[in-house]
Each structure stands twice: as C-alpha cells, then as structure tokens.
Nanobody
C-alpha cells in the first residue's frame, strides 16, 4: 500500500508557480520531520525543504525565498508552494520523512518541468 503520494507537478514557464501536495496516508514522520526532495536529471536526490515535527521549516539555499513548505493541522498532508520557478528546478519531486534511510520506501513523485 502506497503511503506517500505526491501530486501537483506539471509544465510551467520560468517565473511560474506550482503547488505540490503530499498525502501521507501512513502517518510517516522522521526523527527530524518531513520534507520535500527532488531528483533532477543526472543528479542525486536532494532535500530542498523540510518541516520539523514541531513546525519549523528549513530550505536549501537554491530554493530559499521561492519555495514554502507547510503541513496541515492533522499532519496528513504536506504542501510545497513553488514560486519564481527556474529551469534548474526541473526534477521529480518526492515527499518523505527526514532523515531517510536506505530501506525507506519512496513514492512515485511528481514531475516538475520548467521550460522556456
């Protein structure tokens, strides 16, 4: 049974916006919290935004000021608001706990493509 389901990706022009959603049906939480990861073509998966179990947020420098991570009151759904998108944001975006381990499952992700 899939426990992490990402949605909301799509094709946008540079400067555009998308809002990604993650349904955490398994109520999965990491030691630190939850986060959004992305894997761009030819690159390893990286953590771009996280939210702690206490609600604090943190961002990779590459997305700081443009992306906003949030979680609803039930902690079942996590969002990633992405503004001022750049071509280098093109990637498959995943949600998962933070940190992850080698045996942690990943969802299918949602494709974000930013193209002129």
């Amino acid at each position: 049974q899939v426990q992490l389901v990402e949605s909301g990706g799509g094709l946008v022009h540079p400067g555009g916006s998308l809002r990604l959603s993650c349904v955490n049906s398994g109520r999965i939480f990491g030691l630190y919290g939850m986060g959004w990861y992305r894997q761009a073509p030819g690159k390893q998966r990286e953590l771009v935004a996280s939210i702690t179990n206490g609600g604090s947020t943190n961002y990779a420098d590459s997305v700081k000021g443009r992306f906003t991570i949030s979680r609803d009151s039930t902690k079942n759904t996590m969002l990633l608001q992405m503004n001022s998108l750049k071509p280098e944001d093109t990637a498959v975006y995943y949600c998962n706990k933070v940190p992850t381990g080698s045996d942690d499952p990943w969802g299918q992700g949602t494709q974000v493509t930013v193209s002129p």
